[in-house]
Structure formats: C-alpha cells, structure tokens
C-alpha cells in the first residue's frame, strides 16, 4: 500500500506560479512511477505529466509543455509539480497518482491521492 498525500493548491492570478507537492508512504518510493492528473466538474480525469523512477523520463500533455514541470525527490519520497505561466484553463483539482509500471501510469494507476484545488482567475 502507498499513501499519496498532495498539498500547494490554492488561488492564484493568470500568469502566476504555484508549486505543487506529494508526499508518499509506505512501499519504497523508488517502486513506482509517479504523475500529476487533473480533473474539473465538466471534463474527466486527464493526465498532466508523469515522472519515471529516477527521474530520467518526463512526459507531459501538450497543454502544460513549457509552463509545468515535474520532478521527485526519492530521498525525501516526494514528486513535486511546478506549475508557471498558469492559465484560467488550468483551473481544475489536482491528483496525484503512483503507478509500478511506466506503462500504466496513464491509463490505470495503482495509486490517488486526495486531490488539491488550483484556482486560476482571469
């Protein structure tokens, strides 16, 4: 079992910054692939970005390439998303997810968290 707990949402201006944070317990961190997805009440659930286990292969949809990035600290057993230039369309509760497989991380994560919300006003 792992435990994904996020924090960092809140309100923030367009073009502002926010950093998003998920702290993981339990199996070793260094187990799982790990990614950011976002979901608002008239869309579903959709991947944001993903993080392989060392680190070495990062993915993201094309909407946040050049504005997000994604990194984890498996020391510390935290992925963190730092998300700039953020749009009102970015709007959306944020999830955290741990998958064993890089293969799986999109379709069929092993893992959620709680979520937490980001606010983008216009």
């Known amino acids: 079992q792992v435990q994904l707990v996020e924090s960092g949402g809140g309100l923030v201006q367009a073009g502002g910054s926010l950093t998003l944070s998920c702290a993981a317990s339990g199996r070793t961190f260094t187990y799982y692939t790990m990614g950011w997805f976002r979901q608002t009440p008239w869309k579903e659930r959709e991947f944001v970005a993903t993080?392989?286990?060392?680190?070495?292969?990062?993915e993201y949809t094309d909407s946040v390439k050049g504005r997000f990035a994604i990194s984890r600290d498996n020391a510390e057993g935290t992925v963190s998303l730092q998300m700039n230039s953020l749009k009102p369309e970015d709007t959306a509760v944020y999830y955290c997810?741990?998958?064993?497989?890089?293969?799986?991380?999109?379709?069929?994560?092993?893992?959620w968290g709680q979520g937490t919300q980001v606010t983008v006003s216009s």
């Open positions: 993080i392989n286990w060392n680190g070495d292969t990062r």
């Open positions: 997810a741990a998958a064993t497989s890089r293969t799986t991380i999109r379709s069929a994560p092993d893992y």
